[in-house]
């Protein structure tokens, strides 16, 4: 996830401040000294706009789809959460 912020040239601050997380704990999960929460990683991936498919193996992605197709449930994507969030702290 810290090499997709650095790539698109935002700061750590920025990230934190989109996401509407604190700056300084955002700064020691991505350094790896505090465990990133799941509201955490879904703010960032929503921010970012990455799918959770980005962080998974091809066999991993490979049995969630499959287990997708048995359910017939559909997954909001990232995209969408978003636009969600868009209404929340995120975008401010």
């Keep these: 996830m ?3 912020r650095e790539r698109r040239g ?3 601050a920025e ?3 989109r996401a509407g997380i604190d700056g300084k704990r955002l700064w020691y999960v991505l350094r790896g000294d505090r465990t990133m929460r799941a509201d ?3 703010r960032l991936c929503a921010v970012l706009d990455l799918e959770i498919y980005h962080f998974l193996t091809r066999a991993q ?3 969630l789809r499959a287990n997708k ?3 017939g449930g559909e997954w909001q994507r990232a995209s969408e959460v978003r636009n969600t969030l868009k209404g929340d702290s995120c975008e401010r």
Excluded: C, M, P, T
């Design 2 to 4: 810290d090499a997709v």
């Design 10 to 12: 935002i700061s750590v």
């Design 15 to 17: 990230l934190a401040r």
């Design 40 to 42: 955490e990683f879904v």
């Design 61 to 63: 992605a490979k049995e």
């Design 69 to 71: 197709i048995r359910s």
